[in-house]
């Protein structure tokens, strides 16, 4: 084996040690001690990867890396998240017309704690737990396989945080915005930014699901497949400026012709108006 194939299998077996720690043992331990159950798994988790990493000789220096922090690679990296969480709402939408009901499924964390610091707690542990894991050891490994086709490592990424997160109804979206963290990763060189973006994800998350029934109650009176697919439309107009804008801050898409930089403007105009003009129908 090349010394690629060895780096895939490494990144491999770790993701499924802590895939089983997360969501198959947390998802299990749930059911008894609530959302304690994830706390203990993020750190076992936490744990695998640093001891995973140190067995197969990932210096800790580089795992933990911090990267560039310049202004231009800040805003760069947060224009392509924002573009990547537009990009997962209509996601969302369309989960709930073809698995109804699914959002009144969602885990409540304040069923199981009063208190908003064990809360912050739990959302910060995952998301240093979570960069730590797919940032931290999976990518940089998993960087020479983008040698001829750079694409390849986020697709990866992508598809390995979307099975990371069981549930039916994120596993699209966490791999969209895992791809995208990916590419951010790639760009700035370390784990400072993508982990403060990973756990902002998770707050993201963790908000929704407290107001998960709300939103279902909403969905089912007023949202059909007609409006799904035009806010679908507006979310993908808004999304591609975004993501353009804040890759080339990233130093991509620079020397672009004159029509190429009027297609980035032009397309988004045209999906925001067709989407207003379909969910008004």
């Known amino acids: ?114 208190s908003h610091w064990a ?18 050891f999976l990518y940089p490994r998993l960087r020479g396989l983008g040698k001829t086709r750079p694409w390849v490592p986020y697709l990866l990424i992508g598809v390995l945080g979307g099975l990371y997160h069981a549930d039916l109804y994120v596993l699209i979206p966490m791999g969209i915005l895992s791809a995208g963290i990916a590419y951010i990763r790639s760009k700035t060189g370390g784990i400072g930014l993508p982990m403060i973006l990973r756990t902002l994800t998770v707050l993201i998350t963790t908000a929704f699901m407290q107001v998960s029934d709300a939103g279902e109650e909403l969905l089912g009176v007023s949202m059909g497949l007609v409006q799904v697919f035009g806010f679908g439309l507006v979310f993908a107009g808004a999304a591609i400026p975004a993501v353009i804008c804040g890759a080339h801050f990233l130093g991509a898409f620079r020397g672009r012709s004159l029509f190429e930089k009027c297609l980035v403007v032009a397309i988004p105009i045209v999906l925001i108006a067709a989407g207003c003009g379909i969910s008004a129908l």
């Open 1 to 114: 084996m090349n010394t690629n194939q060895l780096k895939l299998i490494d990144c491999l077996f770790l993701w499924g040690i802590c895939f089983l720690l997360f969501a198959v043992a947390g998802g299990l331990l749930s059911g008894v001690i609530g959302i304690w159950a994830y706390y203990l798994c993020q750190i076992a988790s936490l744990t695998a990867t640093l001891i995973v990493a140190r067995k197969t000789g990932f210096a800790a220096k580089k795992l933990l890396a911090v990267g560039d922090q310049s202004l231009s690679r800040t805003v760069g990296g947060a224009l392509v998240w924002v573009g990547c969480i537009l990009t997962a709402i209509p996601v969302f939408l369309f989960a709930h017309l073809l698995v109804p009901g699914f959002a009144v499924t969602t885990f409540h964390v304040y069923d199981y704690t009063d």
């Open 119 to 136: 809360v912050a707690g739990i959302i910060l542990l995952s998301g240093v737990a979570e960069s730590i894991l797919f940032d931290g």
